[in-house]
């Protein structure tokens, strides 16, 4: 069965600092691989996406993503984090080509603060 | 706002009631995938459907059943309901029935079983 880890559940950062949040998925066969982002009161909204071509992929609000395919890994980056940045963000697999729901990560609670 | 909208937004109910969900997808959407997220299991796919026809099935229990119907809304029945079937039960549409098309998250229902 295919899971997703995120290795941190609790980030805490200053304002202006780096971000790194890791995720590795497990499944047998080619992936698409997402992350969403949940703010506070809010929907989960799409953050980015790979599913193919150049594995370095960007998404909104200045987030990126890079998809290593020999480490499982899809691990979200930011440079610098803002304060609105506070949220539970989320990592998502799905098998490509097929009709299936997404496979999500625990979530990481990231805390940005001022 | 996604355009996905659920009602109701809160329900509380006692053990052994059954009660439904309801979602309606963003306008041109065909398909329908509902999700439950709890503290222990996190977010976890239950259900999708697609104009109308169930397409992949997740962790649904027995005792939860899904329809979509001609209008292209959705109805999520949960009965014999349990403490543990206490969650916030999410609804995501998108254009197709396949994995590339982006998923869009209603703002979600939150059951409480007492």
């Known amino acids: 069965a295919q899971s997703v880890s995120q290795h941190n559940h609790h980030v805490i950062l200053s304002e202006a600092a780096s971000l790194e949040l890791g995720c590795n998925y497990s499944?047998?066969?080619?992936?698409?691989l997402f992350w969403y982002v949940q703010y506070p009161g809010q929907h989960l909204q799409l953050l980015l996406k790979y599913f193919s071509g150049d594995p370095l992929v960007k998404g909104i609000k200045g987030f990126e993503a890079e998809f290593i395919k020999s480490k499982f890994s899809f691990n979200l980056r930011k440079p610098s984090v803002q304060w609105s940045d506070t949220a539970e963000y989320f990592c998502a697999v799905n098998q490509r080509g097929g009709a299936d729901g997404l496979t999500f990560g625990k979530g990481t609670h990231l805390i940005i603060q001022p | 706002d996604s355009g996905v909208t659920q009602t109701p937004k809160h329900l509380i109910t006692a053990t052994g009631q059954r009660v439904t969900l309801r979602c309606s997808p963003r306008s041109g959407d065909l398909s329908v995938y509902w999700y439950q997220q709890s503290l222990d299991q996190g977010l976890q796919f239950l259900i999708q459907y697609y104009n109308g026809e169930e397409r992949a099935k997740g962790n649904i229990l027995e005792r939860f059943s899904a329809q979509q119907f001609p209008d292209l809304h959705s109805e999520l029945n949960l009965s014999s309901l349990e403490l543990g079937d206490s969650a916030l039960y999410f609804c995501a549409s998108s254009v197709r029935d396949r994995a590339t098309y982006e998923q869009y998250f209603g703002p979600g229902t939150r059951l409480t079983v007492t």
């Open positions: 499944y047998g066969g080619t992936v698409n």
